[in-house]
Each structure stands twice: as structure tokens, then as C-alpha cells.
């Protein structure tokens, strides 16, 4: 599973009918970066665009979660 | 299957991604730079890339017709500009 | 140069859908005509522009702008998903109501079918209250994303979606700086 998400089981009630499943979401790393700096890695330009993103450290991958939680 | 070979199955799908992958570039530099004025390294990349794009525009337009209107891209002999196909019919 | 917005014979990203799909088409216009869309995102930032400081104003024109050509790539998908559908198919896939009213042509609602309103965007006039809004916009866009991303396994629509979420991440960083840069004015004056 990727770093960035975040997992926490959640309360299941006795009458709660589908299968318990944690609580997942993802944090993307925009929230650490309060202000870019200079000269950062770049990826080549067709990595960029295939990522939709230039640098490597702003890149968020998403996968779905439900399926990486299941396996 | 890659981007590539999936994206371009004709000459003109091939430049258009070729032309998409520098513009990527353009806009990525030009939010940051908009955000980072003073970032000289930056600016001169974006350059680079500017003239890459000019090149690159020249080069589909010779073949395929005016990427652009209103004056900024040549508009040949004849007018070319109001042909399919549209960027989502492609 | 002429002071109207250029428009580019091309997408930003290549668009290209694996087969015939209304129903996905349908979850699709939450991008296009939804409270967090892109239609939402290009009128938002760049209504906020005339009172935003001057220092940013560039920023909301370039984000902005982006998003109408994401709203174009919205319309690609959607056009290709339901390009030659049967009214059967519209009608299967829970788009009769909007076949009725609409054909196969496209309109500014959400996946539900409430048309496009102002109300979904707001402009403060006062920076932080706008710039805040704006973050806020590009991750409710980003989660909106990943919904759509886990109700499709049609690969070529979620490599589109991808490339789309992955820029709403890029935006949020962009304006959290614009707020950075806005806080740092006040810092200056406070020198002399």
C-alpha cells in the first residue's frame, strides 16, 4: 500500500448488516509542501505528462482502496 | 501497452502527443512560475521549452492546418481552420 | 496580441475510451456540471480575479484557463462514451430523463441530473476567505476523482482520470503558495 493513505478501523455495531471494512483515505503531498523550493527533481517530459505532474515529489499515485485493503 | 503506443496510432496523433508532452511542460512551468517570479533557472527552461513548442506548432501546422486562430497561426491558401476534425473527435 | 483567450485545436491530455459506455458517461458530467466540476473550477477562479491582490491575479488567469481545457477533456470522454448510443442504451443506463430533454447532447448538470448553478461557487472579495475556497475546491475535485476512478475499470477513461486528479494536487500546492505569498506582503509592511 502506498504512504500516503491513511487506515483506521472503525467501530462495527452489532447491527451494522455489511461486512466491516477500515475507514481509508488518502493524504496527497501537497499538505507538506507549504512552498515549493527551487531547482527541485523534474521528471522528463513525457514521465510529466504521463504522471500529470512535472515533479516527482508532488506526485500522488492513486489506486483504488478498497482492493489493496482486501488483498 | 505504453502511452506511446497507445496514444499515437497515426502520424498526426503522433505530433499532436508530441506537442501535448512539451505544452505539459509550458503549464507546469507557467503555475510555478507565477508563484516563483524570481526562479531564473526556471524561466530559462520555460524558454527553451517555448521555442520547442513554436517549432513543433510550425511543423503540425504545415501538415495539418491552423492549431490556432485569430491571427497567431498561418492560415495557408486556403481556410483550413473551420476543418474536422475537432480536438474530441480525433 | 489580442486580449481574448486562444483557443488550441487540441487537448491537454489525449483522450481515449475502451467502449461504447452511457452509464459511465452519466457519472462523468459530476466533472462537467457538479458543484466541485470543471465548469465550477474555471468560473470560479476566474471570477475572484478583479479583487484578488495583484500578485496572484496570474495565477487564478493560468489555473483557471487550465480548467476550461479539463472541462474539454470532461466533454471528450462523455461525447466518445455516448457517441451513437441508442435511446435504449441512454435509456438502460439511466439517462432517459436526460434523453429526453437533451438527445446525446451534452449539458452543464451533474451525475444526478441538477443543472449547473452559480451557487455552487463563491467570491468573497477578501483573499485568504477566497484562496481557502479555492483549496478546499481542488481537493473536494481530487476526492470526486477518485470516486469516479473506483467506479470504472475501463483503463483508458482512468488514465484520463488519473492525469486529471493528479492536477488538482498540483493546483491545492499552487494556491497554498498564493496564500504563503499573500501573508509574506504583510510581513514586508510590517518592516518599515
Redesign the interface.
Known amino acids: 500500500m502506498d504512504p500516503q493513505w491513511r487506515v483506521e478501523k472503525r467501530y462495527h455495531g452489532s447491527h451494522d448488516p455489511c461486512p466491516p471494512k477500515p475507514r481509508a483515505y488518502i493524504v496527497p503531498p501537497n499538505q507538506y509542501v507549504t512552498f515549493q523550493p527551487q531547482g527541485i527533481k523534474q521528471w522528463s517530459p513525457r514521465e510529466a505528462i504521463r504522471h500529470g505532474v512535472l515533479w516527482p515529489e508532488l506526485f500522488s499515485p492513486y489506486a483504488p482502496m478498497d482492493k489493496e485493503v482486501r488483498s | 501497452m505504453s ?2 503506443e ?2 499515437g496510432s497515426t502520424a498526426y ?1 503522433r505530433h ?2 508530441e ?7 509550458l ?6 512560475l ?3 517570479p524570481n ?1 531564473v ?2 524561466l530559462t527552461q520555460f524558454k527553451q521549452f517555448e521555442k520547442r513548442k513554436q517549432a513543433l506548432m510550425r511543423t503540425i501546422e504545415t501538415s495539418y492546418g ?7 497561426s498561418p492560415t495557408g491558401d486556403e481556410w483550413s ?1 473551420s476543418q474536422a476534425p ?3 473527435q ?1 | 496580441m489580442v486580449h481574448i483567450w486562444i483557443y488550441e485545436k487540441k487537448l491537454q491530455y489525449p483522450v481515449r475510451v475502451s467502449r461504447c459506455d452511457p452509464r459511465l458517461a452519466k457519472y462523468l458530467l459530476e466533472q462537467y456540471g457538479g458543484a466541485d466540476g470543471e465548469l465550477a473550477a474555471a468560473l470560479r477562479y476566474l471570477n475572484q480575479r478583479y479583487t484578488i491582490p495583484d500578485k496572484v491575479i496570474g495565477l487564478l488567469t493560468d489555473i483557471g484557463t487550465e480548467e476550461f481545457a479539463h472541462l474539454e477533456i470532461i466533454a471528450t470522454m462523455v461525447y466518445k462514451l455516448t457517441k451513437d448510443a441508442t435511446p435504449e442504451q441512454m435509456m438502460a443506463a439511466g439517462l432517459g430523463d436526460h434523453y429526453a430533454n437533451h438527445g446525446t447532447a451534452l449539458f452543464y448538470q451533474n451525475a444526478a441530473g441538477t443543472p449547473w448553478t452559480a451557487t455552487y461557487i463563491q467570491a468573497k472579495g477578501d483573499p485568504i476567505a477566497d484562496l481557502y475556497e479555492d483549496i478546499a475546491a481542488e481537493e473536494k475535485a481530487r476526492a470526486t476523482y477518485q470516486h469516479l476512478i473506483d467506479m470504472t475499470d475501463d483503463v483508458d477513461v482512468k488514465d484520463t482520470l488519473t492525469f486529471l486528479r493528479e492536477r488538482e494536487v498540483v493546483h491545492a500546492i499552487r494556491f497554498r503558495e498564493a496564500v504563503e505569498l499573500i501573508k509574506e506582503t504583510k510581513t514586508q509592511k510590517s518592516v518599515y
Open positions: 502511452m506511446n497507445r496514444m496523433e499532436l502527443l506537442l501535448q508532452t512539451v505544452d505539459f511542460v503549464v507546469e512551468l507557467t503555475l510555478y507565477d508563484t516563483h526562479d533557472e526556471a491552423p492549431l490556432q486562430e485569430y491571427g497567431n481552420w475537432w480536438p474530441w480525433v
